[in-house]
């Protein structure tokens, strides 16, 4: 009889006890905004098939940090910088179809680590802050940092939930954008910067190496479970959260880099739905090659 | 919208259409009534394509001029909805039919607002003239080929156009698609619009529309089908692939290869 209840209260003190210290909560507050920060940008990033570039802009940030570290100012604002100048320029080589969008993707992505690899080389320390960025630590999270966090995440959650249709009209058919008046390239480049102030954003909990992952798995997973859109959008946010929550549960109690278990959380759930939604998927194919012909 | 129409027609003028710098539409003059059917025909290759994508900005116009309503193009771009040969969607994106038809209304909003009750009047109102009203809540990747033409085609419906562009919407199509594609074009004239169809059915263009605009990279011929299929003109358009047999001019010409798209110049 005292047996669930105790188990009950065994699971809730187990809950309960990291939130008892402060960078814990600020840690778990951060890592939420950005999984569904992530999960919401980054179900344009899945249907426009832009992973890469997630992962480039991601790499090319490394130039703007070294920056900001030598001058000793706040990372996230030469990363910013940087990002966007990445991202903005990927607009413009690619501007017209006159190289494609992959190789743009691939120069500047290389000449951007490049440039902030050469440029971390000069310098004598460049201790812990820098392995920080490359694999986040969403632990040493600050209150100014989660502000930060906060303010830049709502304007990019804000942007999307407000241009919704533009996104949505440029990623499914651009001709029809084009025919009916849309501004399709200043609105692409828009797109590209708030991928980069998501990027940049998800540093702190992720690390360069790891926002890919949180930028496509959560809006992967959400793709294989529906056929709309805004609930895609809604499930991938509910997938990052959880995730965000989950990895930094796993991480606390088994003592493992906080960004890398919420990246593991969020691919187990992706196998798990990819586990069960192939029969579906199997089904609707072969019911329209039946229509077909 | 329909007091506008009364003078709703379409004038080309010396227009000339490039793809990257190279003309490949040159010096074509016609007009057309409002109201009108309009087959556009001639050989693989001609820019029957071209001319489309130019009536909707898609190409430069770069010399003469083209006017709807009398006005000078880009003035009132969401008069003019056009439904390329085949269009280019990612088929897996997470869009439902109403969706699809739903976004022919984006142009009539401000940048901000939300599609209201008229546009979703417009969209099913389009659904239901293409005989697909039922498949509304279905995801478009669940749709055979014609029905997926003909939630394009209910998405133009949709725009409301006074002119109406479709690329070769006979080329491949399943025979429920072709007759609810003509069966649109009989109540669309009842209408007022201006319907410009390209096709490779010389037979169709000579039955269906009243008249035709027959194209080689220049204008050959625009008028009625009696004036416009003339031996002369077919022979100039279609060359060598023109078989006379007594009265009759036999020409072999169909969809470009693979239905690739040749016809719109790699583009």
Same mark, same amino acid.
């Given at each position: 009889m005292t047996q669930p209840i105790h188990a009950l209260g065994e699971s809730l003190r187990w809950l309960a006890e990291p939130l008892a210290f402060d960078f814990m909560q600020r840690g778990l507050a951060a890592s939420v905004m950005v999984g569904v920060l992530c999960a919401l940008v980054g179900c344009y990033v899945v249907l426009r098939s832009m992973a890469f570039l997630g992962d480039a802009l991601a790499h090319a940030i490394l130039p703007g940090v070294a920056v900001s570290y030598l001058l000793k100012g706040n990372l996230i604002f030469g990363a910013l910088g940087a990002a966007v100048a990445v991202a903005l320029g990927i607009g413009l080589f690619s501007r017209r179809g006159r190289i494609r969008e992959d190789t743009a993707i691939g120069i500047l992505f290389a000449a951007a680590l490049a440039l902030g690899v050469a440029m971390i080389s000069t310098m004598k320390t460049y201790a812990v802050d820098l392995t920080h960025i490359l694999?986040?630590?969403?632990?040493?999270?600050s209150r100014e940092d989660l502000w930060l966090t906060a303010a830049l995440g709502l304007v990019v959650v804000c942007t999307v939930l407000l241009l919704y249709k533009q996104f949505l009209l440029i990623s499914f058919d651009p001709v029809l954008a084009k025919t009916l008046g849309l501004r399709v390239e200043l609105l692409r480049n828009l797109l590209l910067v708030l991928i980069a102030v998501t990027v940049v954003v998800s540093l702190q909990s992720v690390g360069v190496g790891l926002v890919a992952a949180m930028l496509v798995t959560p809006a992967a997973t959400a793709h294989l479970l529906t056929r709309r859109l805004p609930v895609m959008m809604a499930l991938a946010a509910g997938i990052g959260a959880v995730s965000s929550v989950a990895g930094l549960y796993l991480s606390y109690s088994i003592d493992i880099a906080s960004g890398a278990a919420v990246v593991l959380v969020s691919t187990l759930i992706f196998v798990i739905a990819f586990a069960f939604a192939p029969r579906r998927k199997l089904f609707e194919k072969r019911r329209g090659a039946g229509h077909r012909r | 919208m329909p007091g506008d129409l009364a003078n709703a027609r379409l004038e080309l003028e010396d227009v000339t259409v490039s793809y990257n710098g190279a003309p490949?539409?040159?010096?074509v003059t016609f007009h057309v009534h409002h109201g009108a059917r309009v087959a556009v025909v001639g050989p693989n290759g001609a820019g029957k394509s071209s001319l489309f994508k130019a009536l909707v900005g898609l190409?430069?116009?770069?010399?003469g001029r083209i006017l709807i309503h009398g006005q000078t193009l880009g003035?009132?771009?969401?008069?003019v909805a056009y439904v390329p040969q085949?269009?280019?969607?990612?088929?897996?994106?997470?869009?439902t039919v109403f969706d699809v038809v739903l976004?022919?209304?984006?142009? +009539? /909003?401000?940048?901000?607002k939300a599609p209201g009750v008229t546009d979703r009047k417009a969209a099913l109102r389009g659904l239901e003239r293409m005989g697909?009203?039922?498949?509304?809540?279905?995801?478009?990747?669940?749709?055979s080929g014609g029905q997926q033409q003909r939630a394009f085609l209910a998405r133009a419906l949709a725009q409301e156009p006074h002119l109406l562009l479709l690329d070769e919407?006979?080329?491949?199509?399943d025979a429920p698609t072709q007759e609810a594609t003509l069966g649109m074009l009989d109540l669309l004239r009842d209408e007022g619009v201006t319907v410009l169809v390209s096709t490779h059915d010389l037979n169709m263009a000579a039955s269906r529309f009243e008249q035709v605009v027959l194209l080689n +990279? /220049?204008?050959?011929a625009s008028g009625s089908p009696v004036h416009v299929f003339s031996p002369e003109n077919i022979r100039e358009a279609f060359g060598p692939r023109v078989l006379f047999l007594g009265g009759a001019a036999v020409v072999d010409e169909c969809c470009p290869p693979g239905g690739a798209g040749k016809e719109g110049e790699g583009c």
């Open positions: 694999f986040g630590n969403v632990l040493g999270v | 490949v539409l040159e010096n190409l430069p116009v770069s010399r003035r009132h771009r969401d008069l085949r269009e280019e969607v990612d088929l897996h994106f997470p869009v976004m022919g209304r984006f142009g +009539r /909003r401000g940048w901000l697909i009203a039922g498949l509304a809540d279905t995801p478009l990747g669940e749709l919407p006979f080329t491949g199509v +990279r /220049r204008l050959v």
